[in-house]
């Protein structure tokens, strides 16, 4: 039974029932009465969260004390997460470093790349981006623009289309999100790393809205830079610590322009003057917050424990039955799908514009159905495929098409704003 023909929820029982990643639900903490539709913007918890932040707290903190930066392993943690994140974006040992957060490791990432653009080939001063890539990333091409003062130009395409008509000689970096936060399109990186350096420009890729919800591989696409983040499919924990890749060949070509102390080739023995590490250690900064930076294994160890390919299958055909069901079910309601249908060309969350669609996701999130909203009027339903089922889909949609039909959103307390969308 494909999607289409889904006409009652028993159907999505079976499809549960039949789901070879059945068992990995049971590895979150998923309230009672809540279908989570936001793990593309926060994952839920795993299960093992809790005895790992008490063991890190009570034994490494409080026994070990400082000790336990080298009994614990605390001060080789970024560089053995990267390594144990590596096979899920393609990667290879060495080349990935948990830290900081996403718009920092953008920063170094665009920085060094200007950097090596400078050296061979001086000349070009324009950075390509997407007017709708994630906004930080377009915030920290402006603010290196602005700081360096050296004619560099941000150019922004409207659509991915455009890409091949707006890299020229001038380009010296293209950075775009491998899946967009808004839309839910996808790139072909492969495809696109080779149009842009084809062109002599270097590829930077933002992985936040791919990374563990879909096959990636880095290395196999010869991209330059790669950065994403650990709390969304990864399930690090809110705000929990990003990461970058870089590929071999520019490690030591580029200049990672913050220069601390933890990317120094001998940290402690505390000299004046500062010397990169040769290895990709060179890509971190300061120390690091062991706490959070822990419970980034806990999601990790889940999606390793989960074949790719089968998360990648489930998770286009619950965004095809998402699709369809509010097409049937809530076609009345002037809803807009934004996010593509094509496979090839769609991440893992779904996203429909309704003009009052702030108000309708918060008569949702009341109702137990937790997605997001993105400006302007995107209502938008991120389907993580390790705790999300067909049945929930088929709920959500059945939640949804009762708001529109009874206006259940339109109130002022729907209406009114809140800090966090």
Not at 27 to 33: A, R, S, T, V
């Amino acid at each position: 039974m494909t999607a289409t023909e889904v006409l009652a929820q028993a159907d999505c029982v079976q499809f549960d029932l039949d789901d070879p990643l059945r068992a990995f639900r049971d590895q979150f903490e998923i309230p009672e009465g809540v279908i989570y539709l936001d793990g593309n913007s926060l994952g839920a918890k795993p299960r093992s969260a809790a005895a790992c932040a008490e063991r890190v707290i009570r034994d490494e903190w409080g026994i070990g004390l400082i000790r336990s930066w080298n009994t614990a392993g605390w001060f080789d943690l970024p560089t053995r997460l990267g390594d144990k994140l590596a096979p899920l974006i393609g990667a290879g040992a060495g080349q990935v470093v948990v830290t900081d957060s996403t718009s920092i490791n953008l920063f170094k990432a665009l920085a060094s790349a200007l950097t090596i653009a400078e050296q061979n080939q001086p000349a070009r001063r324009v950075i390509v981006s997407e007017r709708d890539n994630f906004p930080t990333d377009l915030y920290i091409a402006e603010g290196i623009i602005g700081f360096l003062d050296r004619g560099y130009e941000l150019r922004l395409i409207d659509d991915p289309a455009e890409l091949s008509n707006v890299v020229d000689s001038d380009t010296a970096v293209v950075m775009l999100s491998h899946a967009n936060y808004r839309t839910g399109n996808l790139y072909d990186m492969s495809t696109v790393t080779a149009q842009v350096q084809e062109r002599g420009a270097l590829m930077i890729w933002d992985l936040a809205h791919s990374a563990g919800a879909l096959e990636i591989d880095l290395v196999g696409s010869d991209a330059d830079f790669a950065v994403g983040c650990t709390y969304k499919y990864l399930n690090g924990g809110p705000g929990s610590p990003a990461f970058i890749w870089v590929n071999e060949r520019n490690l030591h070509l580029g200049q990672q322009p913050l220069s601390g102390w933890w990317g120094h080739a001998r940290p402690f023995a505390m000299e004046p003057g500062y010397e990169a590490h040769s290895g990709i250690r060179r890509f971190l900064i300061g120390t690091q917050p062991m706490t959070s930076l822990s419970l980034v294994e806990c999601g990790l160890d889940i999606a390793l424990a989960a074949d790719m390919g089968a998360v990648r299958r489930k998770s286009l055909a619950l965004t095809d039955l998402f699709i369809d069901l509010v097409e049937q079910h809530c076609g009345e309601f002037d809803l807009k799908l934004i996010t593509p249908r094509d496979h090839a060309d769609r991440g893992s969350h779904v996203s429909f514009v309704h003009a009052e669609g702030y108000s309708i996701m918060k008569a949702l999130i009341s109702r137990g159905v937790i997605g997001d909203y993105r400006e302007p009027g995107v209502l938008r339903f991120g389907i993580t495929p390790l705790y999300v089922g067909y049945v929930d889909v088929w709920n959500a949609v059945d939640v949804l098409r009762d708001i529109l039909e009874n206006k259940a959103w339109d109130t002022a307390e729907f209406r009114e704003r809140e800090a966090v969308t």
